[in-house]
């Protein structure tokens, strides 16, 4: 099973970029996939959650401003990040979990990890 995220990069603020996680080795219809970030110092947070049962979550942080969205053809999952703020500045992560998570948010619950992609919001 392997999980690879894309598409990171440096953008100034407000700028957007799209996220791609695209997960070989399982059939992602079943499985749960959230983005997580994390930035210099701080610990790993859940950005956003699309679930095997089809619901989203998404952190107070980013909503408004990212949408999750799967293609389980394509196997890949996308996180469109639109007026991109210098807080967003992390590495992203995408994380698999087979079924509905109990706690989108938690690492612990999650199965496989990809090498994340750094993320950079300056001016």
């Known amino acids: 099973v392997q999980l690879a995220e894309s598409g990171g990069g440096l953008v100034q603020p407000g700028g957007s970029l799209k996220l791609s996680c695209i997960v070989s080795?399982?059939?992602?219809?079943?499985?749960?996939i959230t983005w997580f970030r994390q930035a210099p110092g701080l610990e790993r947070e859940g950005v956003s959650c699309t679930t095997s049962t089809d619901l989203l979550y998404y952190s107070d942080s980013v909503k408004d401003r990212f949408t999750i969205y799967r293609d389980n053809v394509k196997k890949t999952v996308y996180l469109q990040m639109n007026n991109l703020k210098p807080e967003d500045t992390a590495v992203y992560y995408c994380?698999?979990?087979?079924?509905?998570?109990?706690?989108?948010?938690?690492?612990?619950?999650?199965?496989?990890w990809g090498q994340g992609t750094q993320v950079t919001v300056s001016s």
């Open positions: 080795g399982l059939p992602l219809e079943y499985w749960s």
């Open positions: 994380a698999a979990d087979l079924g509905p998570p109990a706690d989108w948010s938690q690492i612990d619950g999650y199965d496989y």
